[in-house]
Protein backbone atom coordinates (compact mmCIF):
# COMPACT_ATOMS: atom_id res chain seq x y z
CA UNK A 1 0.00 0.00 0.00
CA UNK A 2 1.50 2.78 -1.60
CA UNK A 3 -1.48 5.29 -0.77
CA UNK A 4 -0.41 8.02 2.44
CA UNK A 5 -4.05 8.03 3.91
CA UNK A 6 -3.51 4.18 4.32
CA UNK A 7 0.17 4.75 5.37
CA UNK A 8 -0.72 7.51 8.24
CA UNK A 9 -3.88 5.26 9.36
CA UNK A 10 -1.86 2.07 9.65
CA UNK A 11 0.75 4.10 11.60
CA UNK A 12 -1.56 4.89 13.66
CA UNK A 13 -2.86 1.46 14.43
CA UNK A 14 0.34 0.22 15.44
CA UNK A 15 1.01 2.81 17.72
CA UNK A 16 -2.65 1.77 19.65
CA UNK A 17 -1.61 -1.54 19.44
CA UNK A 18 -4.10 -2.69 17.09
CA UNK A 19 -4.25 -5.80 15.14
CA UNK A 20 -7.30 -4.56 12.49
CA UNK A 21 -9.65 -2.24 11.71
CA UNK A 22 -13.39 -2.72 10.32
CA UNK A 23 -14.62 -0.01 8.29
CA UNK A 24 -18.10 0.39 6.81
CA UNK A 25 -18.90 2.66 4.31
CA UNK A 26 -19.24 6.29 5.27
CA UNK A 27 -16.61 8.66 4.65
CA UNK A 28 -13.71 7.22 6.44
CA UNK A 29 -13.87 4.35 3.83
CA UNK A 30 -14.78 7.06 0.68
CA UNK A 31 -11.38 8.89 2.10
CA UNK A 32 -8.98 6.09 2.66
CA UNK A 33 -10.34 3.94 -0.91
CA UNK A 34 -12.30 6.42 -3.35
CA UNK A 35 -14.98 4.17 -3.48
CA UNK A 36 -18.78 5.17 -2.57
CA UNK A 37 -20.50 2.77 -1.39
CA UNK A 38 -23.77 3.54 1.69
CA UNK A 39 -25.49 1.85 4.11
CA UNK A 40 -28.02 -0.76 3.02
CA UNK A 41 -29.63 -3.70 4.37
CA UNK A 42 -26.74 -5.98 2.56
CA UNK A 43 -23.30 -5.14 5.06
CA UNK A 44 -20.10 -4.13 3.40
CA UNK A 45 -17.44 -4.16 5.74
CA UNK A 46 -13.72 -2.70 4.99
CA UNK A 47 -10.80 -5.10 6.68
CA UNK A 48 -7.28 -3.32 7.32
CA UNK A 49 -4.76 -5.27 8.68
CA UNK A 50 -0.98 -3.23 8.52
CA UNK A 51 1.83 -4.57 6.36
CA UNK A 52 -1.46 -6.83 4.31
CA UNK A 53 -3.86 -6.13 1.27
CA UNK A 54 -6.97 -4.69 3.13
CA UNK A 55 -10.22 -6.73 2.16
CA UNK A 56 -13.41 -6.04 1.54
CA UNK A 57 -16.52 -7.53 2.12
CA UNK A 58 -19.41 -6.82 -0.30
CA UNK A 59 -22.62 -7.79 -2.35
CA UNK A 60 -21.54 -9.60 -6.32
CA UNK A 61 -23.59 -6.52 -7.38
CA UNK A 62 -21.15 -3.90 -6.07
CA UNK A 63 -17.65 -6.00 -6.84
CA UNK A 64 -16.73 -3.94 -10.14
CA UNK A 65 -16.62 -1.26 -8.14
CA UNK A 66 -13.24 -2.30 -6.93
CA UNK A 67 -11.64 -1.64 -9.96
CA UNK A 68 -11.92 1.72 -8.79
CA UNK A 69 -9.92 1.40 -5.69
CA UNK A 70 -7.18 3.80 -4.80
CA UNK A 71 -5.24 1.02 -3.15
CA UNK A 72 -5.13 -2.56 -3.66
CA UNK A 73 -7.99 -4.07 -2.35
CA UNK A 74 -9.26 -8.12 -2.17
CA UNK A 75 -12.86 -8.87 -2.66
CA UNK A 76 -15.05 -11.50 -0.92
CA UNK A 77 -18.42 -11.06 -1.97
CA UNK A 78 -21.92 -12.71 -1.78
CA UNK A 79 -25.14 -12.96 -3.20
CA UNK A 80 -28.36 -11.87 -2.43
CA UNK A 81 -29.51 -14.97 0.03
CA UNK A 82 -28.61 -13.94 3.40
CA UNK A 83 -27.35 -17.67 3.92
CA UNK A 84 -24.44 -16.89 1.62
CA UNK A 85 -23.35 -13.70 3.71
CA UNK A 86 -21.36 -15.59 6.95
CA UNK A 87 -19.57 -18.12 4.68
CA UNK A 88 -17.83 -13.87 2.82
CA UNK A 89 -16.80 -13.13 6.04
CA UNK A 90 -15.51 -16.12 7.31
CA UNK A 91 -13.44 -16.39 4.48
CA UNK A 92 -12.44 -12.83 4.68
CA UNK A 93 -11.20 -12.92 8.30
CA UNK A 94 -9.58 -16.59 7.61
CA UNK A 95 -7.57 -14.80 4.47
CA UNK A 96 -5.98 -12.17 7.24
CA UNK A 97 -5.75 -14.51 10.35
CA UNK A 98 -7.95 -12.57 12.58
CA UNK A 99 -8.42 -14.98 15.19
CA UNK A 100 -8.36 -13.94 18.81
CA UNK A 101 -6.70 -10.39 17.70
CA UNK A 102 -8.35 -6.76 18.45
CA UNK A 103 -9.91 -5.22 15.73
CA UNK A 104 -10.96 -1.46 16.03
CA UNK A 105 -14.29 -0.21 14.71
CA UNK A 106 -15.47 3.08 14.15
CA UNK A 107 -17.99 3.69 16.84
CA UNK A 108 -20.43 6.42 15.41
CA UNK A 109 -20.87 4.23 12.00
CA UNK A 110 -20.08 0.11 12.40
CA UNK A 111 -23.69 -0.81 12.75
CA UNK A 112 -25.06 -4.06 14.70
CA UNK A 113 -25.60 -5.67 11.42
CA UNK A 114 -22.46 -5.56 10.48
CA UNK A 115 -20.68 -6.07 13.94
CA UNK A 116 -22.66 -9.76 14.56
CA UNK A 117 -21.72 -10.71 11.19
CA UNK A 118 -18.21 -10.21 12.34
CA UNK A 119 -18.32 -11.91 15.80
CA UNK A 120 -20.35 -15.17 13.70
CA UNK A 121 -16.90 -15.23 11.80
CA UNK A 122 -14.31 -14.26 14.74
CA UNK A 123 -15.62 -15.43 17.74
CA UNK A 124 -12.19 -15.12 19.73
CA UNK A 125 -11.78 -11.63 18.66
CA UNK A 126 -12.28 -8.44 20.41
CA UNK A 127 -13.70 -5.68 19.25
CA UNK A 128 -12.85 -2.35 20.36
CA UNK A 129 -13.88 1.38 19.94
CA UNK A 130 -11.00 3.33 18.17
CA UNK A 131 -13.02 6.84 17.96
CA UNK A 132 -9.13 7.85 18.72
CA UNK A 133 -7.26 6.93 15.18
CA UNK A 134 -11.03 7.77 13.29
CA UNK A 135 -11.12 11.15 14.60
CA UNK A 136 -7.57 12.06 13.70
CA UNK A 137 -7.88 10.43 11.08
CA UNK A 138 -9.36 13.63 9.09
CA UNK A 139 -8.58 16.59 11.07
CA UNK A 140 -6.25 18.18 8.60
CA UNK A 141 -7.10 18.90 5.11
CA UNK A 142 -4.66 19.00 2.46
CA UNK A 143 -5.12 21.37 -0.32
CA UNK A 144 -7.23 19.57 -2.36
CA UNK A 145 -9.60 19.15 0.33
CA UNK A 146 -9.69 22.97 0.84
CA UNK A 147 -10.09 24.08 -2.84
CA UNK A 148 -13.11 21.69 -2.29
CA UNK A 149 -14.56 23.83 0.91
CA UNK A 150 -14.11 26.57 -0.64
CA UNK A 151 -16.37 25.78 -3.40
CA UNK A 152 -18.58 24.43 -1.06
CA UNK A 153 -18.87 27.38 0.80
CA UNK A 154 -19.38 29.65 -2.46
CA UNK A 155 -22.16 27.48 -3.70
CA UNK A 156 -23.64 27.92 -0.13
CA UNK A 157 -23.28 31.80 -0.49
CA UNK A 158 -24.94 31.92 -4.15
CA UNK A 159 -27.35 30.29 -3.14
CA UNK A 160 -28.55 32.34 -0.40
CA UNK A 161 -28.19 35.54 -2.57
CA UNK A 162 -30.54 33.93 -5.01
CA UNK A 163 -33.28 33.03 -2.35
CA UNK A 164 -33.10 36.46 -0.77
CA UNK A 165 -35.80 38.00 -3.27
CA UNK A 166 -37.57 35.13 -2.29
CA UNK A 167 -38.50 36.19 1.59
CA UNK A 168 -41.51 37.95 2.10
CA UNK A 169 -43.93 38.75 4.83
CA UNK A 170 -46.32 35.74 4.66
CA UNK A 171 -44.00 33.12 3.38
CA UNK A 172 -43.84 30.42 5.41
CA UNK A 173 -40.49 28.71 6.88
CA UNK A 174 -40.84 25.63 4.75
CA UNK A 175 -41.35 27.25 1.25
CA UNK A 176 -38.16 29.37 2.24
CA UNK A 177 -36.34 26.57 2.83
CA UNK A 178 -37.32 24.78 -0.55
CA UNK A 179 -36.61 27.55 -2.47
CA UNK A 180 -33.15 27.72 -1.03
CA UNK A 181 -32.88 24.03 -1.60
CA UNK A 182 -33.93 24.44 -5.15
CA UNK A 183 -30.96 27.37 -5.13
CA UNK A 184 -28.80 25.29 -4.26
CA UNK A 185 -28.82 22.92 -6.77
CA UNK A 186 -28.96 25.60 -9.32
CA UNK A 187 -25.50 27.04 -7.97
CA UNK A 188 -24.00 23.68 -7.95
CA UNK A 189 -24.10 21.67 -4.71
CA UNK A 190 -23.50 18.17 -4.86
CA UNK A 191 -27.54 15.80 -4.21
CA UNK A 192 -26.40 14.53 -1.05
CA UNK A 193 -26.24 17.49 1.04
CA UNK A 194 -24.62 17.97 4.40
CA UNK A 195 -28.37 18.80 5.76
CA UNK A 196 -31.80 20.29 4.95
CA UNK A 197 -31.55 23.83 5.73
CA UNK A 198 -33.05 25.51 8.97
CA UNK A 199 -35.45 28.08 8.46
CA UNK A 200 -36.78 29.47 11.50
CA UNK A 201 -38.84 32.91 12.33
CA UNK A 202 -39.98 34.53 14.89
CA UNK A 203 -40.11 32.57 18.57
CA UNK A 204 -38.97 29.20 16.40
CA UNK A 205 -35.35 31.24 15.80
CA UNK A 206 -34.74 30.85 19.65
CA UNK A 207 -34.69 26.97 18.60
CA UNK A 208 -31.16 26.33 17.30
CA UNK A 209 -32.10 23.53 15.67
CA UNK A 210 -35.66 24.13 14.87
CA UNK A 211 -37.28 22.27 11.62
CA UNK A 212 -38.60 24.43 9.20
CA UNK A 213 -42.71 24.37 9.41
CA UNK A 214 -45.75 26.33 7.56
CA UNK A 215 -45.75 29.22 9.98
CA UNK A 216 -45.75 32.28 7.85
CA UNK A 217 -42.91 34.96 8.70
CA UNK A 218 -43.78 38.32 9.92
CA UNK A 219 -42.87 41.76 10.54
CA UNK A 220 -40.80 42.72 13.01
CA UNK A 221 -39.25 38.79 13.76
CA UNK A 222 -35.78 37.53 13.27
CA UNK A 223 -34.94 34.88 10.72
CA UNK A 224 -32.33 32.45 11.31
CA UNK A 225 -31.06 30.53 7.85
CA UNK A 226 -28.36 27.76 8.80
CA UNK A 227 -27.84 26.14 5.09
CA UNK A 228 -25.05 24.79 3.44
CA UNK A 229 -23.35 22.50 0.34
CA UNK A 230 -21.35 19.78 -1.01
CA UNK A 231 -18.80 19.95 -3.81
CA UNK A 232 -16.41 17.10 -4.44
CA UNK A 233 -17.49 15.10 -1.00
CA UNK A 234 -16.83 18.24 1.12
CA UNK A 235 -19.32 20.55 3.29
CA UNK A 236 -19.85 23.68 4.10
CA UNK A 237 -21.77 25.20 6.78
CA UNK A 238 -23.38 28.38 7.06
CA UNK A 239 -25.77 31.10 9.25
CA UNK A 240 -26.80 34.33 8.67
CA UNK A 241 -29.67 35.93 10.65
CA UNK A 242 -32.08 38.94 8.87
CA UNK A 243 -34.86 41.21 10.36
CA UNK A 244 -38.62 41.11 8.65
CA UNK A 245 -38.96 44.80 8.82
CA UNK A 246 -38.31 47.02 11.79
CA UNK A 247 -37.34 44.90 14.84
CA UNK A 248 -37.13 45.76 18.31
CA UNK A 249 -34.20 47.65 19.73
CA UNK A 250 -33.14 44.46 21.63
CA UNK A 251 -32.69 42.41 18.47
CA UNK A 252 -30.08 45.07 16.89
CA UNK A 253 -28.59 44.45 20.13
CA UNK A 254 -27.90 40.51 20.67
CA UNK A 255 -27.26 40.76 16.68
CA UNK A 256 -24.27 42.95 17.42
CA UNK A 257 -23.01 41.08 20.39
CA UNK A 258 -23.47 37.94 18.23
CA UNK A 259 -21.50 39.51 15.35
CA UNK A 260 -18.42 40.70 18.10
CA UNK A 261 -18.46 37.42 19.48
CA UNK A 262 -18.64 35.56 15.80
CA UNK A 263 -15.52 38.55 15.51
CA UNK A 264 -13.53 37.15 18.46
CA UNK A 265 -14.41 33.31 17.70
CA UNK A 266 -12.92 34.10 14.27
CA UNK A 267 -9.88 35.68 15.28
CA UNK A 268 -8.91 33.32 18.20
CA UNK A 269 -8.15 30.13 16.41
CA UNK A 270 -4.31 29.64 15.12
CA UNK A 271 -2.06 27.05 15.66
CA UNK A 272 -0.83 25.75 19.13
CA UNK A 273 -4.07 27.17 20.50
CA UNK A 274 -6.21 24.26 22.43
CA UNK A 275 -10.09 24.21 21.16
CA UNK A 276 -11.42 25.38 24.00
CA UNK A 277 -9.85 28.30 23.77
CA UNK A 278 -11.46 29.65 20.50
CA UNK A 279 -15.17 28.63 22.59
CA UNK A 280 -13.83 30.72 25.31
CA UNK A 281 -12.87 33.99 23.36
CA UNK A 282 -16.51 33.89 22.16
CA UNK A 283 -18.64 32.90 25.10
CA UNK A 284 -16.75 35.92 27.07
CA UNK A 285 -18.50 38.40 24.18
CA UNK A 286 -21.74 37.21 24.86
CA UNK A 287 -21.13 36.97 29.32
CA UNK A 288 -19.55 40.45 28.97
CA UNK A 289 -22.96 41.71 27.75
CA UNK A 290 -24.94 39.81 30.20
CA UNK A 291 -26.28 36.99 27.62
CA UNK A 292 -24.40 34.17 28.60
CA UNK A 293 -27.50 32.19 29.67
CA UNK A 294 -28.60 32.59 26.26
CA UNK A 295 -25.92 31.00 24.61
CA UNK A 296 -26.80 27.41 24.94
CA UNK A 297 -24.17 25.25 22.88
CA UNK A 298 -20.69 24.96 21.79
CA UNK A 299 -19.23 27.97 19.43
CA UNK A 300 -18.69 25.56 16.78
CA UNK A 301 -17.68 21.97 14.88
CA UNK A 302 -15.47 20.21 12.79
CA UNK A 303 -16.28 20.40 9.23
CA UNK A 304 -15.17 18.51 6.13
CA UNK A 305 -16.53 15.24 4.74
CA UNK A 306 -19.30 15.46 7.11
CA UNK A 307 -21.15 18.82 8.02
CA UNK A 308 -20.48 17.39 11.72
CA UNK A 309 -17.11 15.79 12.72
CA UNK A 310 -13.95 16.38 14.86
CA UNK A 311 -12.38 19.29 16.24
CA UNK A 312 -15.54 20.23 18.37
CA UNK A 313 -15.19 23.66 19.82
CA UNK A 314 -16.23 23.10 23.30
CA UNK A 315 -14.86 25.20 26.18
CA UNK A 316 -13.36 22.06 28.19
CA UNK A 317 -11.43 20.48 24.88
CA UNK A 318 -7.63 20.42 24.85
CA UNK A 319 -7.17 19.20 21.35
CA UNK A 320 -4.33 21.48 20.32
CA UNK A 321 -4.83 23.05 16.64
CA UNK A 322 -2.94 22.70 13.99
CA UNK A 323 -2.93 23.79 10.46
CA UNK A 324 -5.30 22.40 8.11
CA UNK A 325 -8.02 21.91 10.71
CA UNK A 326 -10.92 22.98 9.56
CA UNK A 327 -14.22 24.17 11.64
CA UNK A 328 -17.48 26.09 12.22
CA UNK A 329 -17.64 29.26 14.59
CA UNK A 330 -21.39 30.07 15.35
CA UNK A 331 -22.37 31.66 18.59
CA UNK A 332 -25.72 32.57 19.33
CA UNK A 333 -28.21 34.43 21.04
CA UNK A 334 -31.67 32.85 21.97
CA UNK A 335 -34.16 35.07 23.92
CA UNK A 336 -37.11 31.98 24.69
CA UNK A 337 -40.49 32.67 22.86
CA UNK A 338 -39.33 35.54 21.14
CA UNK A 339 -36.14 35.26 18.82
CA UNK A 340 -32.90 34.25 18.24
CA UNK A 341 -29.46 35.36 16.40
CA UNK A 342 -26.67 33.51 15.22
CA UNK A 343 -23.91 33.75 12.64
CA UNK A 344 -21.58 30.70 11.35
CA UNK A 345 -18.40 30.86 9.36
CA UNK A 346 -16.44 28.26 8.36
CA UNK A 347 -12.36 28.51 8.67
CA UNK A 348 -9.48 26.91 8.51
CA UNK A 349 -6.31 26.81 10.79
CA UNK A 350 -3.17 28.02 8.60
CA UNK A 351 0.99 27.97 9.55
CA UNK A 352 0.09 31.57 10.91
CA UNK A 353 -3.41 31.86 12.40
CA UNK A 354 -6.74 31.35 10.69
CA UNK A 355 -8.27 32.17 7.48
CA UNK A 356 -12.39 32.33 7.41
CA UNK A 357 -13.72 30.49 4.35
CA UNK A 358 -16.93 32.57 4.05
CA UNK A 359 -17.40 36.38 3.72
CA UNK A 360 -21.14 37.12 3.35
CA UNK A 361 -21.91 40.17 5.08
CA UNK A 362 -22.58 39.14 8.56
CA UNK A 363 -24.42 42.42 10.01
CA UNK A 364 -28.47 42.09 10.73
CA UNK A 365 -29.86 42.77 7.30
CA UNK A 366 -33.36 43.79 6.79
CA UNK A 367 -34.83 42.14 3.92
CA UNK A 368 -38.52 44.26 3.67
Known amino acids: MTNARFDRLVQAMKKEGLDALAINPGPS ?140 PGVTERAIASELVSQLLKAGTEPDMPFFPIVSGGPNSANPHAVPSDRPIAVGELLVIDWGAACDGYASDLTRTFAIGDVEPEYHRIAEVVLQANTAGRAAGKP ?79 SEGCETLSDLPRELKRLT
Not at 43 to 52: A, E, G, M, S
Not at 96 to 107: F, N, R, S, W, Y
Not at 138 to 157: F, G, P
Not at 287 to 310: C, S, T
Open 29 to 168: LFYLTGLPFHLMERPTVLLVVPDKVPVLILPELEKLKLAASRVPITGFTYNDNPASWPAAFEKAAASLDLTGKTIGVEPTRLRVLELRYLEGAIPSAHFVSSENIFSALRMQKDSTELNAMRKAVQIAQQALLSTLPFIH
Open 272 to 350: GLVAGQVDAAARQVIDAAGYGAYFNHRVGHGLGMEGHEHPYMFAENILVLQPGMTYTVEPGIYLPSRGGVRIEDNVVIT
